[in-house]
């Protein structure tokens, strides 16, 4: 009496496992601990080998903190935010965060991916370590970075540092950061810089190249990272090279990477086997129950090409099993 129900069962969740997941696994989101959700573009390094579902330069390293760590081409930044409805994200410089008075020690530059700054965003430039007092009226002294030989530093908004050649011929180093503008209130920035930089700035994203077609037919962008080749996952877990409105073809390779997925081809087969049986079972033993779960039965069997077929395969089998 107990057999039939285990094996509804199992078959039920492999059911949803195969046919009805609508989303594939290796997409499925995650996080490094705190409230930052790491989904679609981004990804998480740890643990990833093989196949990425994301930008290839989208992936996240994690903090011992629990933060996203993203890696742009000078620097290294902690993700504080990741905004998925306006495609952007907020990201701290490692070294500045919580730093009353920090120390930029990278220009930013985003490099050749496709990120690029929000309007949301000023920048500007520090002058370290001055040794001249260069002659520009209103240059103020950023006081908690005077060091021990007297020489100075200033900052300024990009574009208000009149005279910059002076400014670069006298300072020891040169550094411009990105801030977000609503954090420079009162336009102090000599006294706001470290608690705006502890804020950080905020880049938007683009949809990859590479990607569109993929991304325009419902898929997912991911790439191999042996070959580095960009592929396509679309939802019913199958890989294809560019579009899903492409893969109406060769559906029986679609079919096998399906059952095999990424678990044991043993049993996620004897699942299928199993989960297509139940359905048999429901369908066609218990008319009471077929009544009550139809609408798993349903739109969805209709629209479903492949668990339909599959369906109606097993079902002679399976009615010789059940009959015996
Ligand atoms: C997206 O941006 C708009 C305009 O900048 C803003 O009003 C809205 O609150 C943002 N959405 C979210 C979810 O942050
Ligand atoms: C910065 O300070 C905030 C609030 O105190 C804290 O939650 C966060 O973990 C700190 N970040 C780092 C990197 O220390
Ligand atoms: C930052 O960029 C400026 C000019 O764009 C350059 O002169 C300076 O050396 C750079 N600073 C660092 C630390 O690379
Ligand atoms: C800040 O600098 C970057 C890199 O030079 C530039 O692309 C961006 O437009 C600048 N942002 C503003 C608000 O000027
Ligand atoms: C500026 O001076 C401070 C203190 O002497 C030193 O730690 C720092 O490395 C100097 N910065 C540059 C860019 O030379
Ligand atoms: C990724 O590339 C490797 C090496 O060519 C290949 O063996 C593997 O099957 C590829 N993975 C996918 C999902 O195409
Ligand atoms: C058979 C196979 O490739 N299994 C992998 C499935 O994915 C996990 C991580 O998500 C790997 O640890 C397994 O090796």
Not at 207 to 230: H, K
Request: with cysteine; aromatic share 12%.
């Amino acid at each position: 009496m107990l057999e039939p129900f285990y094996l509804l069962c199992a078959l039920f969740s492999a059911i949803f496992m195969t046919c009805y997941a609508d989303s594939s696994p290796i997409c499925a989101p995650s996080d490094c601990g705190n409230e930052v959700p790491i989904k679609y573009p981004f990804w998480k390094r740890s643990g990833t080998v093989g196949e990425v579902c994301g930008y290839p330069e989208f992936g996240l390293e994690c903090s011992k903190k629990g933060y996203p760590i993203l890696q742009l081409k000078t620097d290294t930044y902690y993700v504080t935010d990741i905004n998925y409805v306006n495609h952007s994200i907020t990201l701290v410089d490692i070294d500045v965060m919580n730093d009353t008075c920090p120390r930029a020690k990278n220009n930013v530059s985003i490099g050749n991916i496709p990120l690029s700054f929000s309007n949301l965003d000023m920048n500007i430039t520090f002058y370290f370590n001055c040794s001249s007092q260069p002659s520009v009226v209103g240059a103020v002294p950023i006081k908690c970075l005077i060091n021990g030989q007297g020489k100075k530093s200033y900052v300024f908004e990009v574009g208000t540092d009149i005279g910059r050649r002076t400014w670069t011929n006298s300072c020891d180093a040169e550094v411009m950061v990105a801030v977000k503008h609503d954090q420079i209130n009162s336009g102090d920035l000599i006294n706001e810089f470290g608690a705006a930089m502890s804020k950080g700035f905020v880049l938007d994203w683009n949809r990859a190249v590479d990607c569109a077609e993929c991304e325009l037919s419902d898929g997912y962008c991911a790439y191999n990272g042996t070959t580095r080749q960009t592929m396509c996952i679309c939802k019913d877990s199958i890989i294809v090279a560019e579009s899903c409105k492409k893969a109406a073809g060769n559906r029986w390779t679609r079919l096998k990477k399906v059952i095999i997925g990424n678990t044991s081809k043993g049993a996620t087969t004897a699942a299928v086997i199993a989960g297509l049986l139940s359905i048999c079972y429901f369908t066609y033993k218990l008319p009471r129950w077929r009544e009550k779960y139809s609408f798993l039965t349903k739109g969805q069997r209709n629209n479903n090409w492949l668990c339909n077929a599959m369906s109606v395969t097993s079902y002679a089998f399976a009615s010789a099993l059940l009959t015996h």
